[in-house]
């Protein structure tokens, strides 16, 4: 169960980077590779273990001057984590 005092890191199992061919962040793993639109990379290049979620909300609530994203990031946060993205 994901909560505010979570702090989400990526897997070992994917690294996440730029991809200059697909003009996008992409997660490799050993059988391929996941396109990640902007907003969910922006979420996944935060996932280092070091932040709780309230954090990283916080940090892209000022990256993007928006507010209550709090749900919508909690919501990918939980299903990047049931993909395995996230530990």
Do not use: H
């Not at 169960?1 to 897997?11: C, E, I, V, W």
């Not at 979620?53 to 609530?61: G, S, Y």
């Not at 749900?71 to 299903?79: C, H, T």
């Amino acid at each position: 169960m994901l909560t505010d005092l979570t702090m989400p890191k990526l897997s070992r199992l994917f690294r996440l980077q730029w991809e200059e061919a697909q003009q996008a962040y992409v997660l490799l793993y050993p059988e391929g590779l996941v396109r990640l639109n902007p907003s969910a990379a922006e979420i996944l290049k935060r996932c280092d273990g070091s932040r709780e979620v309230a954090d990283l909300v916080r940090e892209l609530e000022t990256a993007f001057q928006a507010s209550d994203l709090g749900p919508d990031v909690l919501a990918f946060l939980a299903e990047a984590r049931q993909r395995g993205w996230l530990v």
